[in-house]
């Protein structure tokens, strides 16, 4: 191979590494900066041996009832429309909660105005339930406003949530792909989707990607990389 052969493939070969890296943006979460805390208290934490992001519901304004609604994280600096999420979370109830407490903890995206997202999430303690229908709704996609879990486990009974091996509290690398309209959950870095979603709800958008809690939840979100 001549020298100049050499030369250009070494050219092209930093070409499309730059290019690879323009496509693709990581936030450590390693402090809050840049999160948009919404119905969530965030701080930055050492948990399980690397630095995260700790949140959990915000206490109501007095006079008020408590609601999980919409309680997230955003990333001020993300733009989502198709593509990959991948990030490393820990859930578990938080100490005194409810009983129907499950740690529930994920990802939004294509978030537009705070109230209209996809989403994805894991209920941690589902996942060695002794009860095999509480194992089976371990992993929910859901849509908001429009199509909670409760309207889709109503209306299409295990079409947006299955079964996935889960303990609370212990890290678990969760990643969602999104092209158009269709979206697929992995887990513990599977090659295989958990969870295929052909109808994304809000249909083909996009917006910024949040790290969300469910009702009662403490969780630890780290290493977000988005491509």
Excluded at 125 to 142: I, V
Aim: proline share 7%; no cysteine; aromatic share 10%.
């Amino acid at each position: 191979m001549s020298k100049f052969s050499r030369a250009a493939i070494a050219i092209v070969t930093l070409l499309l590494g730059i290019g690879a890296a323009a496509d693709s943006a990581t936030f450590p979460l390693d402090s809050v900066k840049g999160l948009k805390l919404e119905n969530v208290k965030g701080e930055p934490s050492n948990y399980r041996g690397r630095r995260a992001v700790r949140l959990t519901e915000a206490p109501p304004p007095p006079g008020t009832k408590p609601t999980a609604d919409d309680a997230m994280a955003i990333l001020s600096e993300s733009d989502f429309g198709d593509g990959t999420i991948t990030v490393d979370v820990a859930g578990a109830p938080r100490p005194g909660a409810a009983e129907g407490a499950r740690g529930f903890i994920g990802i939004a995206f294509r978030l537009q105005d705070g109230s209209h997202y996809e989403y994805f999430y894991l209920r941690p303690t589902n996942g060695r339930a002794d009860d095999q229908l509480r194992r089976n709704h371990a992993t929910q996609y859901a849509s908001a406003p429009d199509y909670p879990w409760q309207r889709l486990r109503k209306e299409n009974p295990g079409v947006y949530e299955s079964y996935v091996d889960l303990e609370p509290g212990v890290w678990t690398r969760i990643k969602i792909v999104v092209s158009g309209t269709e979206a697929k959950f992995f887990v513990h870095e599977s090659n295989q989707p958990v969870l295929v979603v052909h109808d994304l709800k809000l249909g083909k958008a996009r917006g910024k990607i949040a790290l969300w809690i469910g009702q009662d939840t403490e969780g630890y979100f780290s290493n977000l990389v988005v491509r």
